[in-house]
């Protein structure tokens, strides 16, 4: 019985993501009416920009909104839950302006972790965030708990949410392989592979911090530099300078401002 179900709920969610009646244009996202609150309370990297750069995000935020569809599955979507969601996507590209998300028709938002079958329920639920393939292109699930804590002040140097989207960056080539090269000219391909490689070699045998779910391959790699990148820069250039200079490079963002 029970496999049942989980078969009936998997082509339920397959339903679901292939066949909803509205259109992306007419369901634009709500903008938060007390979004400005919720970023400034919220987003640490928000907090940390003039009010040239404040103003900047806010519209990038708005941008975000009009054009991504947010949907909750067993949960029902929250001012934060968007502030959060068009934050996460905003902060990765937020060197390039007129960047668009081409790529992502909907985010799809879990109430908690989930597995490979999208059940959030139960055990072996690990996942927290993922972009999708195949029948799911254009679509990006989350996990709010992860969102949520992503923005925590305890959240340390992960943030799921932002890890997704550079993942969506990554993908922007038609590749998702840690070689973003919307992002890079063609001569820095190679000298940021020999980096990353040597880095997951540091972190094979215990002589970095940087999470070891980055020796998965070559784009879990990106993604999890990206996020101690935009968690906590200050300690990445301390321990890791040609890592955060590369990234600082790749995204057009320098976060460390020296004194």
Not at 131 to 151: C, D, H, K, P, W
Not at 182 to 205: G, N, R, S, V
Not at 219 to 244: C, G, I, S, T
């Amino acid at each position: 019985m029970a496999i049942i179900f989980s078969i009936l709920f998997l082509l339920a969610i397959v339903s679901f993501f292939i066949f909803r009646k509205k259109p992306l244009a007419e369901t634009p996202e709500l903008l938060p009416a007390n979004y400005k609150d919720l970023l400034a309370e919220n987003v640490a990297y928000y907090q940390k920009l003039d009010q040239t750069g404040q103003a900047s995000f806010e519209t990038m935020v708005q941008e975000f909104l009009k054009a991504v569809r947010i949907e909750g599955v067993g949960t029902e979507i929250t001012d934060m839950d968007r502030t959060l969601i068009a934050s996460s996507a905003v902060i990765p590209i937020f060197g390039f302006k007129e960047w668009r998300y081409k790529n992502l028709t909907n985010v799809i938002l879990y109430p908690d972790t989930f597995n490979g079958e999208f059940q959030f329920e139960g055990e072996s639920r690990n996942i927290m965030g993922m972009v999708g393939s195949g029948y799911m292109n254009g679509q990006m699930l989350l996990s709010r708990e992860a969102l949520i804590r992503g923005f925590s002040k305890s959240s340390g140097k992960e943030n799921a949410a932002i890890h997704e989207f550079v993942h969506l960056l990554d993908k922007a080539d038609g590749s998702t392989d840690g070689v973003p090269e919307q992002l890079m000219t063609h001569d820095y391909a190679l000298p940021w592979l020999k980096m990353m490689h040597k880095e997951m070699h540091h972190i094979e045998t215990g002589k970095s911090d940087i999470n070891p779910y980055a020796l998965t391959n070559e784009a879990e790699f990106l993604a999890v530099a990206a996020e101690y990148f935009f968690e906590k820069p200050d300690r990445l250039q301390d321990k890791h300078p040609d890592l955060y200079q590369r990234l600082s490079e790749m995204f057009a963002q320098k976060l460390v401002i020296s004194s």
